[in-house]
Structure formats: structure tokens, C-alpha cells
């Protein structure tokens, strides 16, 4: 009994020193289609453990640590966003808030919306698909959004998740054209399971979209360029992770609640 408890103490120890350490290079292997220097997340270095157990409880450690993950996947996920968010949060307490133009950010006819067109605050968010934190806060920004009739928030598909996250993005793009875009960004943001290429679709045509043309229009050069070019915007920016905001001319990184989403967007309207 005494031996079991100490294996599943140092198994959680060594998961958190794994992720830490080594296992953000497993995260970062994710994030291929992120331009050269648009993503990085945080160096650890952990301090040396003394091994306290035989060659044989390591290998068990080892096979706990392994199995757990294999089975929990999306916790690696959720460890490398954390470390993301704190790493932008504290960029952003030694420095003044990040400035942009609003009209650099929002591109006309590519970008998709909801709101109102004309509304006086832009909210533009970088997010993807797999992101947790995306997910939790999505309903925050529809409530925004039917609360508000003075405001406009732009989707920037940013997928830095992998070639999963990418199709996501694609087919959510390619659905602007069948006019079901924020639909079916809903639907993929309710989904709590991987988003496979199977998963997509079959969401898609849950919501009523036509497959077939969904398929044709995800390989068009108006989808690819989207998406290129958030990737390109996100690094001028130094926009590192997702969920991340730009409300009125004010970068914000991480996921915001809807009260503090309702105080910046009153902020910037009264400024």
C-alpha cells in the first residue's frame, strides 16, 4: 500500500515535471503551421530530483505517466495554454497595453462577424478549435453580442493545434459562403471531443450545411489566404496564443469573462 501511494505521488509529480520540462516540446512540435516566431511558449527548467525509488518503480512511474497521458490528451492541451496565458499575462504587466489600428485588423468581406456591422466597438478574437479556454468563453461572446446592439466582433481563425485545428478552420471559413459561419462556430465550439475530419463534417451538416459545397469552397485561395494572413497578423502583433482579444484599438490576451468583456468594450466606447 505504502509502495503504491508513493508510485502514484511520484507519477504525478513526474507528469507535472514532464510537462514542464519536456513536454512543451511536444507542444510546440503541434504548432507547425504557425510562421516561424509567431508562437513560442516558455522555457522551464526544473530543479534536479534525487531519485528516491529502484530501476524497476521508475519504469513503473514512467509507464503510469505515459499511460495517463494517452488516455487524457487533452490535458497537455490545457497545461500548455495555462502556461501560454501566464506567460502573456505577464509580458503584459511590464509593458503599456499594446495599441493597433483597428482598420489593420478587420479585413472587409474576408473576416467573419456577428454583431452589428457598424457597431461602434470592434471585439476581434484569435482563437482555434481546440482550445479550451476558446471553448468556455464562446457563449460569453454570443451573450455579448445580443446584450449589445453598438458592437462588432471579428473571428480570426488561428489554428495553432495542429492539422485538426487547421480543417476546422478551413470548413468554418468555407461556411461563410452558405451563410451559416457563426452556426456552425458554435456547433465546433460545443463539440467536447477531437474535431476529426469526420467530426467537422458531420457538424456541418448537422447545422444544415450543404457537404459537398462545403468540401469545394475549403480549397479555394480566399480560405488559404485567410488564414495565412492571420498567421502573419497575429505575429506583427506578438499575439502568441489563444484565446486572445483586441477590443477597439487594445490588445488582451487570454480569456475574459463577460463582465469584463462588457467593462472594455464600455471603456473604449466612452473614450
Same mark, same amino acid.
Request: aromatic letters at 6%; a negative charge.
Given at each position: 500500500?505504502?509502495?503504491?501511494?508513493?508510485?502514484?505521488?511520484?507519477?504525478?509529480?513526474?507528469?507535472?515535471?514532464?510537462?514542464?520540462?519536456?513536454?512543451?516540446?511536444?507542444?510546440?512540435?503541434?504548432?507547425?503551421?504557425?510562421?516561424?516566431?509567431?508562437?513560442?511558449?516558455?522555457?522551464?527548467?526544473?530543479?534536479?530530483?534525487?531519485?528516491?525509488?529502484?530501476?524497476?518503480?521508475?519504469?513503473?512511474?514512467?509507464?503510469?505517466?505515459? !499511460?495517463?497521458?494517452?488516455?487524457?490528451?487533452?490535458?497537455?492541451?490545457?497545461?500548455?495554454?495555462?502556461?501560454?496565458?501566464?506567460?502573456?499575462?505577464?509580458?503584459?504587466?511590464?509593458?503599456?497595453?499594446?495599441?493597433?489600428?483597428?482598420?489593420?485588423?478587420?479585413?472587409?468581406?474576408? !473576416?467573419?462577424?456577428?454583431?452589428?456591422?457598424?457597431?461602434?466597438?470592434?471585439?476581434?478574437?484569435?482563437?482555434?478549435?481546440?482550445?479550451?479556454?476558446?471553448?468556455?468563453?464562446?457563449?460569453?461572446?454570443?451573450?455579448?453580442?445580443?446584450?449589445?446592439?453598438?458592437?462588432?466582433?471579428?473571428?480570426?481563425?488561428?489554428?495553432?493545434?495542429?492539422?485538426?485545428?487547421?480543417?476546422?478552420?478551413?470548413?468554418?471559413?468555407?461556411?461563410?459562403?452558405?451563410?451559416?459561419?457563426?452556426?456552425?462556430?458554435?456547433?465546433?465550439?460545443?463539440?467536447?471531443?477531437?474535431?476529426?475530419?469526420?467530426?467537422?463534417?458531420?457538424?456541418?451538416?448537422?447545422?444544415?450545411?450543404?457537404?459537398?459545397?462545403?468540401?469545394?469552397?475549403? !480549397?479555394?485561395?480566399?480560405?488559404?489566404?485567410?488564414?495565412?494572413?492571420?498567421?502573419?497578423?497575429?505575429?506583427?502583433?506578438?499575439?502568441?496564443?489563444?484565446?486572445?482579444?483586441?477590443?477597439?484599438?487594445?490588445?488582451?490576451?487570454?480569456?475574459?469573462?463577460?463582465?469584463?468583456?462588457?467593462?472594455?468594450?464600455?471603456?473604449?466606447?466612452?473614450?
Amino acid at each position: 500500500m505504502i509502495l503504491a501511494k508513493r508510485l502514484i505521488a511520484a507519477a504525478g509529480t513526474a507528469f507535472v515535471l514532464s510537462i514542464g520540462a519536456s513536454g512543451l516540446a511536444l507542444g510546440q512540435d503541434n504548432l507547425t503551421p504557425i510562421p516561424e516566431g509567431a508562437l513560442t511558449l516558455p522555457s522551464t527548467a526544473a530543479a534536479p530530483v534525487e531519485p528516491t525509488f529502484s530501476d524497476s518503480q521508475q519504469a513503473e512511474i514512467g509507464q503510469i505517466v505515459r !499511460d495517463y497521458l494517452v488516455q487524457n490528451p487533452d490535458v497537455i492541451v490545457e497545461v500548455l495554454q495555462i502556461l501560454q496565458n501566464r506567460q502573456q499575462a505577464a509580458q503584459q504587466q511590464q509593458q503599456q497595453p499594446a495599441r493597433v489600428d483597428p482598420a489593420v485588423v478587420y479585413n472587409e468581406g474576408q !473576416d467573419p462577424i456577428i454583431g452589428n456591422p457598424e457597431g461602434s466597438v470592434t471585439v476581434v478574437e484569435f482563437f482555434d478549435y481546440h482550445c479550451p479556454f476558446c471553448k468556455r468563453i464562446s457563449t460569453s461572446i454570443a451573450k455579448l453580442v445580443e446584450g449589445d446592439s453598438d458592437v462588432r466582433v471579428v473571428f480570426k481563425e488561428f489554428p495553432v493545434f495542429g492539422d485538426d485545428s487547421v480543417f476546422a478552420a478551413r470548413a468554418s471559413l468555407a461556411s461563410m459562403k452558405q451563410g451559416l459561419y457563426h452556426e456552425y462556430h458554435l456547433a465546433m465550439m460545443k463539440n467536447r471531443g477531437r474535431l476529426t475530419e469526420r467530426t467537422v463534417m458531420k457538424l456541418a451538416k448537422k447545422v444544415g450545411l450543404d457537404v459537398d459545397q462545403l468540401e469545394e469552397d475549403m !480549397d479555394s485561395p480566399e480560405v488559404e489566404a485567410t488564414i495565412q494572413e492571420n498567421y502573419r497578423l497575429a505575429q506583427r502583433l506578438g499575439i502568441r496564443g489563444t484565446p486572445s482579444f483586441i477590443i477597439g484599438d487594445e490588445i488582451v490576451p487570454g480569456a475574459l469573462d463577460i463582465n469584463t468583456m462588457r467593462r472594455l468594450v464600455e471603456s473604449k466606447r466612452q473614450s
